[in-house]
């Protein structure tokens, strides 16, 4: 499949995708923007097309994970027990209900975990074949069963109604009558309903009407939208997000910092996550929560991207986060009915309740009221300092219901949050608000706060149907709360007068602290905050399992999250242990991360708190880096930004020489000890690389290999870490001294090697040397090979070889195509398959696929015929920034940049200018650019990975003639600037100086090459232009043949094509699919997308020649077999007759005399009769010279 179709077929089922559209269009937009396009959406009628979904540690960021715990607020802890949540999405799992994921089997003695899988389309089938539908059912209500827990979902005792919306073309397609899709649900003792599904159009239309008006009917049916995925700008909902009544999610940043950026910062929004406000100014969404980094179960008709545990799999979007948000509130109300006997809690009101309870991010644009925070909602209502009124009884226009809140502490904000179920609004509306309440606070000294005045400016709210009131440090005293019916035009059924009820949650949350410090002997906690309190005699510390830590304060950790209630005498702690086999920590930009060795074990890592306390060996150690890698860890993790606080950890290490190794008994021996040291079963292995010397281009990468026994060799310097309760090696680190490079020239024979740069290194006897992954000798190395070696001092002591690599960004990966598409340093785009076994590296460890991003660059190593990668290296991105450039050193390669940043030029840095690949000299100072640094890392340095420069000058004129002789293509032409570069094949440059006169010729024996982009520089003025020459085919058939001029004239424009073996065969018999093929090339006829197309099995490479042939009336659609017709030889007459038809169907666009077409074709075709009848087989030569004439007389 191409970019193009492969692109197309994303743009129409966005959801099936893991990648933000937002950034997949970001990282093409270079090359493919042109291509890329939104179907736009009538303002008024409903509509179906465009419609696409949105889319463990989740549970920890909202604050859900201590409330499972048992009698931290209830006695069975909360887990969604007794509910039934609708979800409306793509299908789940392998489609039957008797055979779901293990995640969502019925547990025995329990309620079905899946009680209705239905389909609402005209695709029958409940299968879900991209992974999306399967991944929120789980993230809602899935148990954990396939990870022992791990990855259960955010209320694992609810139960799912799943509603299938996927129709037979893969998109989504939920009824138009949107009742049909809510009645059933609710009837069926639902009472939330998600959905990641949304169209674009950033308005309040027929499907945003419609969705009021059911939840107007049914106060107590919360709908739960993904906000959709075309962040980060502001107005980009859905049409669905534009609903007043539906809660409406958006996504911040999950926390799996090693699986790249994006996932990094519980506390950030994450970028492709949809902005409000709507199109009326209503402030959307209404809450965030993590979106990114989901890990859920995976749908068994997909491969899974989480290598850790192929049951699940990794995906990101707002339907990630209304996921997590519909299982929270599935939480909530179960909570409502066990705390207060509330059985049918209002939409407004679990609105108000998640509302009040959030926490604003710190730049809280696109964030709605706040990050969800379910402990902050349930402890608060628990402790009574969050009061509420569901209020059933409607207000009439101008009436009031007023409130009373005491505040005895000013430590914690004030909080009071309004939500009502609005009237629905007219389709088009310009004001979707129908009626307006308002809420007021007057304080103690008679200041008055009105709702969603953030700023205190004195201004009513009359848009929203959610209205807050926040006052951040309170004085002491009584509040009065009104909500006051201000503008009433609907009642809240129908053909009633004016009216609207209401739902208020309002009060002070629980002071919410982390600790910082224990002190056992004096009984006391110390707060982050400052603040050090005494450790009451009861309290309940939740450590993430499903029952109660005991309360001692030997148990109670650094990290841990406190709450504690308006009297000083109730303290809840919750935190989560992270105990790892053996761990690394790696220095990165964004702070020290912390991360499991083993890549199969990998499931994100933790980034660690300043400040953190660590004890190793029993003793406090200040500086992280001291500890080595591979260690056995007990850490406290908080909860809520997912970071480590506190850390244990104690191991024996060990270094020498490497002597012997024993991998049947898995011994290893240093230099200087006759013991072996034992290794653990499970032992890892790691290497730690130093650079002695290696090119610019590879520094950023380094050369990490896979972590086994296999790699280690003698002589080389290693680590032995273990535990101290066995004594066993459960880690070993291996230091290895490298040169990377390209090698000029091999000596076999004495074992020497000359790599680019001029280094010259003696390999050992017997080292061993792998080239392309695979065992092979010294003497199999050629000049061009990418080679690592292994130093010992100054002598190799292994060699691993790659006979081709390229260097390059990320355009995309497909996961389904099992492919990668790479911008090459020389800018231009490849498409690479991924072997099955394709190693991928990052951060000098293994890692997976799942964690690529479009815009990385990245080091390739590819099989030898350049298609397909069995190696991928990452480097880490510094920054991408604008400027000027101020100079460059062409000898130290070293380019400076105003303001004041600097980096190394490389061999392989993709140097720009004005869309053109050019060299760094061809840059000029003081043209504006824009570079991306990469980290070399354990260095200061950093090496440009890209820079794209513009000019305004004039570029130099440009005259290409391109002719093939055999094997050879002859290049000729015309310029004035004063340089030209040739770019061939996988990373071939030509360089040519022009003569005096601006002449330039060269021939080059190139087979296979299709087409050669020429540059021309000015390098005086700076000015830059090319052209793309296409190449004509080589056929090694057709030297000496009678129609050798025609079928090499034709080739040449792209109106021929040959067989794989380069032969054209032109003696064959040309069948009818190949001459019609040639007419729809010399006609320039394109398929039209929108019309059936006919599917082929025996012509797949024809498929869209015979659509267009159809679709134009060339052949007859009437025919009974056209796979048949289609491989049928071609008569001359035929032939007449196929031309004729073409030629007048374009008349026309030609210009031609419809009279005189017969006769021109005739006289075609007159040479032909000489020694054929008309009813005679032509050959595929005879097809060339009657297409070359048609040539001749339309260039006429």
Same mark, same amino acid.
């Given at each position: 499949?191409?970019?193009?179709?492969?692109?197309?077929?994303?743009?129409?089922?966005?959801?099936?995708?893991?990648?933000?559209?937002?950034?997949?269009?970001?990282?093409?937009?270079?090359?493919?923007?042109?291509?890329?396009?939104?179907?736009?959406?009538?303002?008024?009628?409903?509509?179906?097309?465009?419609?696409?979904?949105?889319?463990?540690?989740?549970?920890?960021?909202?604050?859900?994970?201590?409330?499972?715990?048992?009698?931290?607020?209830?006695?069975?802890?909360?887990?969604?027990?007794?509910?039934?949540?609708?979800?409306?999405?793509?299908?789940?799992?392998?489609?039957?209900?008797?055979?779901?994921?293990?995640?969502?089997?019925?547990?025995?003695?329990?309620?079905?975990?899946?009680?209705?899988?239905?389909?609402?389309?005209?695709?029958?089938?409940?299968?879900?074949?991209?992974?999306?539908?399967?991944?929120?059912?789980?993230?809602?209500?899935?148990?954990?069963?396939?990870?022992?827990?791990?990855?259960?979902?955010?209320?694992?005792?609810?139960?799912?109604?799943?509603?299938?919306?996927?129709?037979?073309?893969?998109?989504?397609?939920?009824?138009?009558?949107?009742?049909?899709?809510?009645?059933?649900?609710?009837?069926?003792?639902?009472?939330?309903?998600?959905?990641?599904?949304?169209?674009?159009?950033?308005?309040?239309?027929?499907?945003?009407?419609?969705?009021?008006?059911?939840?107007?009917?049914?106060?107590?049916?919360?709908?739960?939208?993904?906000?959709?995925?075309?962040?980060?700008?502001?107005?980009?909902?859905?049409?669905?997000?534009?609903?007043?009544?539906?809660?409406?999610?958006?996504?911040?940043?999950?926390?799996?910092?090693?699986?790249?950026?994006?996932?990094?910062?519980?506390?950030?929004?994450?970028?492709?996550?949809?902005?409000?406000?709507?199109?009326?100014?209503?402030?959307?969404?209404?809450?965030?929560?993590?979106?990114?980094?989901?890990?859920?179960?995976?749908?068994?008709?997909?491969?899974?991207?989480?290598?850790?545990?192929?049951?699940?799999?990794?995906?990101?979007?707002?339907?990630?986060?209304?996921?997590?948000?519909?299982?929270?509130?599935?939480?909530?109300?179960?909570?409502?009915?066990?705390?207060?006997?509330?059985?049918?809690?209002?939409?407004?009101?679990?609105?108000?309740?998640?509302?009040?309870?959030?926490?604003?991010?710190?730049?809280?644009?696109?964030?709605?009221?706040?990050?969800?925070?379910?402990?902050?909602?349930?402890?608060?209502?628990?402790?009574?300092?969050?009061?509420?009124?569901?209020?059933?009884?409607?207000?009439?226009?101008?009436?009031?219901?007023?409130?009373?809140?005491?505040?005895?502490?000013?430590?914690?904000?004030?909080?009071?949050?309004?939500?009502?179920?609005?009237?629905?609004?007219?389709?088009?509306?310009?004001?979707?608000?129908?009626?307006?309440?308002?809420?007021?606070?007057?304080? !103690?000294? @008679? $200041?008055?706060? #009105? +709702?969603?005045?953030?700023?205190? %400016?004195?201004?009513?709210? *009359?848009?929203?149907?959610? /209205?807050?009131?926040?006052?951040?440090?309170?004085?002491?005293?009584?509040?009065?709360?009104?909500?006051?019916?201000?503008?009433?035009?609907?009642?809240?059924?129908?053909?009633?007068?004016?009216?609207?009820?209401?739902?208020?949650?309002?009060?002070?949350?629980?002071?919410?602290?982390?600790?910082?410090?224990?002190?056992?002997?004096?009984?006391?906690?110390?707060?982050?905050?400052?603040?050090?309190?005494?450790?009451? !005699?009861? @309290? $309940?510390?939740? #450590? +993430?399992?499903?029952?109660?830590? %005991?309360?001692?304060?030997? *148990?109670?950790?650094?990290? /841990?999250?406190?709450?504690?209630?308006?009297?000083?005498?109730?303290?809840?702690?919750?935190?989560?242990?992270?105990?790892?086999?053996?761990?690394?920590?790696?220095?990165?930009?964004?702070?020290?991360?912390?991360?499991?060795?083993?890549?199969?074990?990998?499931?994100?890592?933790?980034?660690?708190?300043?400040?953190?306390?660590?004890?190793?060996?029993?003793?406090?150690?200040?500086?992280?880096?001291?500890?080595?890698?591979?260690?056995?860890?007990?850490? #406290?993790?908080?909860?809520?930004?997912?970071?480590?606080?506190?850390?244990?950890?104690?191991?024996?290490?060990?270094?020498?020489?490497?002597?012997?190794?024993?991998?049947?008994?898995?011994?290893?021996?240093?230099?200087?000890?006759?013991?072996?040291?034992?290794?653990?079963?499970?032992?890892?292995?790691?290497?730690?690389?130093?650079?002695?010397?290696?090119?610019?281009?590879?520094?950023?990468?380094?050369?990490?290999?896979?972590?086994?026994?296999?790699?280690?060799?003698?002589?080389?310097?290693?680590?032995?870490?273990?535990?101290?309760?066995?004594?066993?090696?459960?880690?070993?680190?291996?230091?290895?001294?490298?040169?990377?490079?390209?090698?000029?020239?091999?000596?076999?024979?004495?074992?020497?090697?000359?790599?680019?740069?001029?280094?010259?290194?003696?390999?050992?006897?017997?080292?061993?040397?792998?080239?392309?992954?695979?065992?092979?000798?010294?003497?199999?190395?050629?000049?061009?090979?990418?080679?690592?070696?292994?130093?010992?001092?100054?002598?190799?002591?292994?060699?691993?070889?790659?006979?081709?690599?390229?260097?390059?960004?990320?355009?995309?990966?497909?996961?389904?195509?099992?492919?990668?598409?790479?911008?090459?340093?020389?800018?231009?785009?490849?498409?690479?398959?991924?072997?099955?076994?394709?190693?991928?590296?990052?951060?000098?460890?293994?890692?997976?696929?799942?964690?690529?991003?479009?815009?990385?660059?990245?080091?390739?190593?590819?099989?030898?015929?350049?298609?397909?990668?069995?190696?991928?290296?990452?480097?880490?991105?510094?920054?991408?920034?604008?400027?000027?450039?101020?100079?460059?050193?062409?000898?130290?390669?070293?380019?400076?940049?105003?303001?004041?940043?600097?980096?190394?030029?490389?061999?392989?840095?993709?140097?720009?200018?004005?869309?053109?690949?050019?060299?760094?000299?061809?840059?000029?100072?003081?043209?504006?650019?824009?570079?991306?640094?990469?980290?070399?890392?354990?260095?200061?340095?950093?090496?440009?990975?890209?820079?794209?420069?513009?000019?305004?000058?004039?570029?130099?004129?440009?005259?290409?003639?391109?002719?093939?002789?055999?094997?050879?293509?002859?290049?000729?032409?015309?310029?004035?600037?004063?340089?030209?570069?040739?770019?061939?094949?996988?990373?071939?440059?030509?360089?040519?100086?022009?003569?005096?006169?601006?002449?330039?010729?060269?021939?080059?024996?190139?087979?296979?090459?299709?087409?050669?982009?020429?540059?021309?520089?000015?390098?005086?003025?700076?000015?830059?232009?090319?052209?793309?020459?296409?190449?004509?085919?080589?056929?090694?058939?057709?030297?000496?043949?009678?129609?050798?001029?025609?079928?090499?004239?034709?080739?040449?424009?792209?109106?021929?094509?040959?067989?794989?073996?380069?032969?054209?065969?032109?003696?064959?018999?040309?069948?009818?699919?190949?001459?019609?093929?040639?007419?729809?090339?010399?006609?320039?006829?394109?398929?039209?997308?929108?019309?059936?197309?006919?599917?082929?099995?025996?012509?797949?490479?024809?498929?869209?020649?015979?659509?267009?042939?159809?679709?134009?009336?060339?052949?007859?659609?009437?025919?009974?077999?056209?796979?048949?017709?289609?491989?049928?030889?071609?008569?001359?007459?035929?032939?007449?007759?196929?031309?004729?038809?073409?030629?007048?169907?374009?008349?026309?666009?030609?210009?031609?005399?419809?009279?005189?077409?017969?006769?021109?074709?005739?006289?075609?075709?007159?040479?032909?009769?000489?020694?054929?009848?008309?009813?005679?087989?032509?050959?595929?030569?005879?097809?060339?010279?009657?297409?070359?004439?048609?040539?001749?007389?339309?260039?006429?």
């Amino acid at each position: 499949m191409n970019l193009l179709l492969l692109i197309q077929k994303k743009l129409r089922c966005l959801f099936f995708s893991t990648l933000p559209l937002s950034l997949l269009i970001c990282a093409m937009s270079v090359c493919l923007y042109p291509l890329l396009h939104l179907i736009g959406i009538s303002k008024i009628a409903p509509a179906q097309s465009g419609i696409s979904f949105l889319n463990d540690r989740s549970a920890g960021i909202i604050g859900a994970e201590p409330l499972a715990t048992r009698d931290f607020v209830c006695p069975d802890g909360l887990t969604g027990k007794g509910q039934i949540i609708a979800l409306a999405d793509s299908g789940l799992g392998n489609g039957q209900m008797s055979d779901p994921h293990p995640d969502l089997k019925s547990q025995p003695g329990q309620y079905p975990k899946v009680v209705m899988l239905k389909s609402f389309t005209d695709r029958k089938e409940t299968d879900d074949p991209n992974g999306h539908g399967t991944h929120m059912a789980s993230t809602v209500a899935g148990t954990g069963a396939a990870s022992n827990g791990k990855y259960k979902g955010i209320a694992p005792g609810a139960s799912i109604y799943f509603e299938c919306i996927l129709n037979s073309q893969g998109e989504a397609s939920p009824p138009l009558n949107i009742e049909k899709l809510f009645q059933p649900a609710y009837d069926a003792a639902a009472r939330i309903h998600i959905n990641g599904w949304g169209e674009k159009n950033n308005a309040y239309l027929y499907s945003a009407s419609q969705i009021d008006a059911y939840i107007r009917k049914h106060p107590d049916f919360l709908v739960i939208f993904g906000a959709g995925n075309d962040g980060p700008n502001s107005g980009t909902l859905t049409q669905q997000a534009n609903s007043k009544n539906s809660l409406v999610i958006g996504a911040s940043e999950g926390a799996r910092p090693a699986f790249g950026p994006g996932e990094d910062n519980v506390n950030q929004l994450a970028r492709f996550s949809s902005c409000g406000p709507t199109s009326d100014g209503r402030l959307k969404p209404d809450l965030v929560a993590p979106g990114s980094g989901i890990v859920s179960a995976a749908a068994p008709l997909l491969k899974s991207n989480f290598i850790t545990n192929t049951a699940y799999t990794k995906m990101q979007g707002t339907s990630m986060a209304a996921a997590v948000a519909g299982g929270a509130a599935a939480l909530l109300r179960e909570f409502f009915l066990k705390e207060f006997n509330l059985r049918y809690p209002s939409a407004a009101l679990m609105k108000a309740a998640l509302v009040n309870g959030a926490q604003p991010l710190p730049d809280n644009t696109g964030a709605g009221f706040g990050k969800l925070d379910l402990c902050n909602t349930v402890l608060a209502l628990k402790e009574k300092s969050f009061l509420f009124d569901d209020e059933q009884n409607p207000l009439l226009q101008g009436q009031v219901s007023s409130y009373y809140y005491t505040v005895t502490d000013e430590g914690e904000p004030l909080v009071a949050t309004l939500a009502w179920t609005d009237p629905e609004a007219s389709p088009g509306a310009a004001s979707a608000l129908v009626n307006d309440l308002d809420l007021t606070v007057t304080g !103690p000294d @008679g $200041k008055v706060y #009105l +709702g969603n005045d953030k700023f205190n %400016k004195g201004l009513k709210d *009359n848009k929203n149907n959610i /209205e807050q009131v926040v006052i951040p440090a309170p004085k002491p005293g009584i509040y009065k709360i009104v909500v006051k019916a201000s503008k009433l035009t609907r009642g809240i059924k129908a053909r009633t007068a004016p009216a609207q009820d209401f739902s208020l949650v309002y009060g002070q949350p629980l002071q919410a602290e982390i600790v910082e410090k224990v002190d056992q002997n004096s009984n006391t906690i110390k707060f982050a905050s400052g603040e050090k309190i005494t450790i009451p !005699p009861t @309290g $309940k510390n939740s #450590l +993430g399992g499903r029952n109660l830590t %005991k309360w001692s304060p030997q *148990n109670i950790f650094p990290g /841990e999250n406190a709450y504690l209630n308006p009297q000083g005498n109730q303290l809840y702690l919750n935190g989560v242990i992270w105990r790892n086999k053996s761990t690394e920590s790696l220095a990165m930009s964004s702070g020290t991360l912390w991360l499991e060795v083993n890549a199969s074990k990998q499931e994100g890592g933790f980034y660690l708190h300043p400040g953190s306390i660590i004890l190793a060996n029993g003793q406090k150690i200040i500086n992280p880096n001291l500890i080595p890698s591979g260690v056995e860890i007990f850490a #406290l993790v908080n909860p809520t930004t997912q970071t480590i606080w506190w850390i244990k950890t104690d191991y024996f290490s060990k270094e020498g020489i490497l002597s012997e190794i024993d991998p049947s008994k898995q011994q290893v021996y240093l230099f200087g000890r006759r013991e072996p040291y034992l290794l653990a079963d499970d032992v890892i292995f790691s290497f730690t690389d130093s650079m002695v010397k290696g090119c610019r281009e590879d520094l950023p990468f380094g050369a990490p290999t896979l972590r086994n026994l296999e790699q280690l060799a003698p002589g080389m310097s290693i680590r032995l870490i273990g535990a101290q309760s066995d004594g066993k090696v459960g880690y070993v680190a291996v230091n290895r001294s490298l040169v990377t490079g390209q090698c000029l020239y091999i000596d076999s024979v004495n074992g020497d090697l000359i790599l680019q740069g001029g280094g010259k290194y003696q390999v050992i006897d017997n080292a061993p040397v792998t080239i392309n992954n695979k065992p092979s000798s010294l003497n199999e190395i050629k000049p061009g090979y990418h080679l690592t070696l292994v130093m010992a001092d100054q002598t190799a002591i292994s060699v691993i070889a790659n006979s081709l690599v390229c260097y390059g960004q990320v355009v995309f990966y497909s996961d389904l195509e099992n492919k990668l598409y790479i911008l090459d340093y020389q800018n231009h785009l490849h498409t690479f398959d991924l072997s099955r076994q394709v190693q991928v590296f990052r951060w000098q460890q293994t890692s997976s696929l799942n964690i690529l991003l479009p815009g990385e660059y990245v080091r390739l190593a590819l099989d030898p015929e350049g298609q397909s990668v069995y190696r991928l290296d990452i480097a880490d991105t510094l920054k991408e920034q604008k400027g000027t450039l101020y100079s460059y050193d062409k000898d130290t390669g070293l380019a400076k940049f105003s303001p004041g940043a600097q980096g190394l030029i490389s061999t392989r840095t993709m140097v720009i200018k004005n869309g053109y690949p050019v060299k760094m000299n061809d840059v000029l100072p003081g043209e504006q650019v824009v570079y991306t640094l990469l980290k070399v890392p354990k260095s200061e340095e950093s090496i440009i990975s890209c820079i794209k420069a513009t000019t305004e000058n004039k570029p130099p004129s440009l005259q290409v003639s391109c002719q093939r002789e055999g094997e050879n293509i002859n290049l000729s032409g015309f310029t004035n600037g004063d340089c030209i570069y040739l770019y061939l094949d996988l990373e071939q440059l030509i360089e040519l100086l022009p003569q005096s006169d601006g002449r330039f010729s060269i021939s080059l024996n190139q087979p296979d090459i299709k087409a050669v982009q020429i540059v021309a520089v000015d390098r005086l003025l700076g000015g830059v232009g090319g052209v793309y020459v296409n190449v004509p085919e080589f056929f090694n058939d057709i030297s000496g043949n009678i129609f050798e001029k025609e079928i090499t004239s034709l080739a040449s424009k792209g109106l021929l094509t040959g067989y794989p073996d380069k032969s054209f065969k032109p003696g064959k018999k040309v069948t009818k699919v190949e001459y019609i093929a040639m007419l729809t090339r010399l006609i320039r006829l394109t398929e039209k997308k929108e019309e059936q197309a006919f599917d082929t099995r025996n012509f797949s490479w024809a498929r869209q020649t015979l659509n267009t042939a159809l679709q134009y009336n060339l052949i007859s659609s009437g025919l009974p077999n056209l796979d048949f017709y289609a491989g049928q030889p071609l008569s001359l007459e035929e032939a007449d007759s196929l031309l004729t038809i073409a030629l007048k169907k374009n008349k026309d666009r030609f210009d031609l005399d419809a009279q005189g077409i017969d006769s021109l074709v005739a006289g075609f075709s007159k040479s032909l009769l000489k020694k054929n009848s008309p009813l005679d087989f032509i050959t595929r030569g005879e097809a060339a010279y009657l297409i070359y004439q048609a040539v001749k007389l339309l260039e006429n």
